[in-house]
């Protein structure tokens, strides 16, 4: 059966990120959803997004969005931490009918509920902490939190590289978080707010020691998208069926499979990767303009 034949819940969930990071999430998502047909979009001739402007970061999204929803699917997961602070909103105005998830709101559930104090860091790229979406939304659940919010920008090129630990990972990962953590009270909760981070957890679990609760938004997310598909009548109806999960990425497929496999926790192949062009890729109208609204 052709996916223009097929009923809409038997077609694939869309998702997309700047590069690999997501694929943390797909990882989650496959784990919990195995029976359901995924299409990834890794904008990786681009990343990264996080030291961008929000207007690039929009931009960049509308299209990534645009080619995954041209395919169709039944949901599009924005599993980019930079690019759901920047465009989830502009998603959400251009597509309205499409269910769109991002990983900030469950993000900061997770960490709410993670921490017994609402001592609170939250770790991300620039683009992210300088929008404040996390620290909003833990604000919105907990008013009485108090939220650190730092920019580590050179953990994305070191989670890229496959550096995820080993002394060169541990000297950065301490020279970041060690003056949040050194000093007492120490936050008892640190959000990964990249989805790049979680690479990088065991460096940074010896940085910030056994007792912090280290929330990453993937797991947290893929729930969201289960319940989502429920309420809506969306989940895969065959049982017992092994989804099928395909690749779009903007750049060098070998250097993706590569580093992608170890993002993924499985071998990506080279047949279920293919080379897309972002660029051109038609907007519907409401793109053009959209109104700059708060994210979640
Ligand atoms: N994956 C992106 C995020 O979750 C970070 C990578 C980038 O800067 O593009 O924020």
Known sequence: MTTEQCGQDQLPIGL???GV??????DAMRRLMPGE???????????PYGAKSQKTIVRYSLQAAAKLIGQRIKLLVIACNTATAAALP???ETWPDMPIIGVIEPGSRAACEASPSGDIAVIATESTIRSGA??????RRRPEAQVRS????LFVPLAEEGWFDGPIAEGVVSRYLEPLFEKSPAPDCLVLGCTHYPMLAAAIRKVVG????????AATTAEVVKRRLADKGLAHPQAGRTGRIRFFITDDPQRFTRTGSLFLNMTITDSDVRL?????VPLPDAAETPTQRKSS
């Not at 990071?21 to 797909?26: A, F």
């Not at 047909?37 to 990343?47: E, I, K, N, Q, S």
Request: proline share 4%.
């Open 21 to 26: 990071g997501g694929l943390t999430v797909l």
């Open 150 to 153: 730092l920019a580590c920008p």
């Open 90 to 92: 502009a998603l959400r």
């Open 276 to 280: 897309v062009d972002l660029e051109n």
């Open 16 to 18: 997309f990120d700047s």
């Open 134 to 139: 996390y620290a909003e939304a833990i604000l």
């Open 210 to 217: 056994p007792e912090v609760h280290i929330v990453d938004s």
């Open 37 to 47: 047909d995924y299409l990834f979009l890794g904008d990786t001739a681009r990343v």
